[in-house]
């Protein structure tokens, strides 16, 4: 089998001197997060912010062709509360051009270790200024939950601010270390959103999960400074305190699959199929199941440029 290599995935020598060293890989296994160097520019973390405002403005390039029943999507009607939006890299082509820049899916490929990264979801959020908005706060949680139809453990999602982000602001935060954990307590309603649940069950489980593993509940606030971003595995616990700075924090929860990742029927104990949000905007592959390979939900981020070019998405194989 020939090799070809790919130029739109190729990086420059600087670029490469942004990845993640053998021993970031090794914290990131560790620890389940990791805080990257400078992977943008002043001027492209401007151009993001600007491309938020021209969103929440009304612009869009493109809408969903059908409103998934689990959508976030906030509006001016919903007033001042913590805005998310989702399908941000789908609707608008400002920030998915700075959002699909290949070196943010080459560090993730040397995290997870893997060859290829795709874009799984993209959540515009706005924290406002509010110290006392009960939905500035994010409690306790891991994505893998809501990804439950997906095959892989080595799914990661990028956090992207704006600007200089720290613990004033109600920056993320990381309990180190849990992505390791074997857990305990799980049942159908950790399927659903942090959202839709109560914060106090979450604080228990965290607690009882840490309890279960003999580990102590260690928490990391990213301090994220302006053209960086932390990553996180799957299934390492996070949330995020209120926003007390007086400024908006601005950012973007990236969510990205692995190469292997595919669609799995998942089954509450009810005996209804879960479904994610994508499932009823993805094309079909032959045997019916949603495809989390479809390009134009879930576009191709980075791939190793010396990769196979066999023309094949993995789960087609």
């Given at each position: 089998?020939?090799?070809?290599?790919?130029?739109?995935?190729?990086?420059?020598?600087?670029?490469?001197?942004?990845?993640?060293?053998?021993?970031?890989?090794?914290?990131?296994?560790?620890?389940?997060?990791?805080?990257?160097?400078?992977?943008?520019?002043?001027?492209?973390?401007?151009?993001?912010?600007?491309?938020?405002?021209?969103?929440?403005?009304?612009?869009?390039?493109?809408?969903?062709?059908?409103?998934?029943?689990?959508?976030?999507?906030?509006?001016?009607?919903?007033?001042?509360?913590?805005?998310?939006?989702?399908?941000?890299?789908?609707?608008h082509d400002g920030l998915a051009r700075l959002l699909r820049k290949p070196l943010i899916g080459a560090v993730a490929a040397a995290l997870a270790r893997t060859d290829e990264i795709r874009v799984f979801q993209s959540t515009l959020i706005y924290k406002p200024?509010?110290?006392?908005?009960?939905?500035?706060?994010?409690?306790?949680?891991?994505?893998?939950?809501?990804?439950?139809?997906?095959?892989?453990?080595?799914?990661?999602?990028?956090?992207?601010?704006?600007?200089?982000?720290?613990?004033?602001?109600?920056?993320?935060?990381?309990?180190?270390?849990?992505?390791?954990?074997?857990?305990?307590?799980?049942?159908?309603?950790?399927?659903?959103?942090?959202?839709?649940?109560?914060?106090?069950?979450?604080?228990?489980?965290?607690?009882?999960?840490?309890?279960?593993?003999?580990?102590?509940?260690?928490?990391?606030?990213?301090?994220?400074?302006?053209?960086?971003?932390?990553?996180?595995?799957?299934?390492?616990?996070?949330?995020?305190?209120?926003?007390?700075?007086?400024?908006?924090?601005?950012?973007?929860?990236?969510?990205?699959?692995?190469?292997?990742?595919?669609?799995?029927?998942?089954?509450?104990?009810?005996?209804?199929?879960?479904?994610?949000?994508?499932?009823?905007?993805?094309?079909?592959?032959?045997?019916?199941?949603?495809?989390?390979?479809?390009?134009?939900?879930?576009p191709v981020l980075w791939r190793n440029p010396r990769r196979p070019a066999d023309g094949h998405h993995p789960q087609e194989v």
């Amino acid at each position: 089998m020939s090799l070809s290599v790919t130029p739109q995935f190729a990086l420059t020598d600087d670029e490469r001197a942004l990845l993640p060293s053998d021993a970031d890989v090794e914290s990131y296994a560790e620890h389940g997060w990791y805080l990257s160097k400078r992977l943008f520019t002043d001027d492209e973390v401007d151009e993001l912010l600007a491309a938020s405002e021209r969103y929440y403005a009304g612009e869009r390039d493109r809408g969903l062709p059908v409103r998934p029943p689990k959508l976030a999507y906030w509006d001016p009607s919903k007033g001042e509360v913590q805005r998310h939006n989702d399908y941000v890299h789908y609707e608008h082509d400002g920030l998915a051009r700075l959002l699909r820049k290949p070196l943010i899916g080459a560090v993730a490929a040397a995290l997870a270790r893997t060859d290829e990264i795709r874009v799984f979801q993209s959540t515009l959020i706005y924290k406002p200024p509010i110290a006392a908005e009960p939905t500035n706060v994010v409690p306790w949680h891991f994505d893998k939950h809501y990804w439950s139809t997906c095959t892989s453990d080595r799914m990661l999602t990028a956090f992207i601010p704006f600007h200089d982000c720290g613990e004033e602001m109600g920056t993320i935060t990381m309990v180190d270390g849990s992505h390791r954990w074997r857990e305990i307590g799980r049942d159908d309603s950790m399927t659903r959103h942090f959202a839709e649940r109560e914060a106090r069950d979450l604080d228990r489980l965290l607690a009882d999960n840490a309890a279960y593993n003999g580990a102590e509940v260690v928490k990391v606030p990213m301090i994220i400074p302006k053209g960086h971003m932390s990553f996180h595995h799957c299934r390492t616990y996070h949330g995020s305190p209120s926003n007390r700075s007086g400024l908006p924090r601005r950012t973007i929860s990236f969510h990205l699959q692995d190469g292997q990742n595919a669609y799995r029927k998942f089954v509450l104990s009810t005996g209804e199929v879960l479904a994610y949000n994508h499932d009823v905007l993805v094309r079909l592959l032959a045997d019916g199941r949603p495809d989390y390979s479809d390009p134009e939900f879930c576009p191709v981020l980075w791939r190793n440029p010396r990769r196979p070019a066999d023309g094949h998405h993995p789960q087609e194989v």
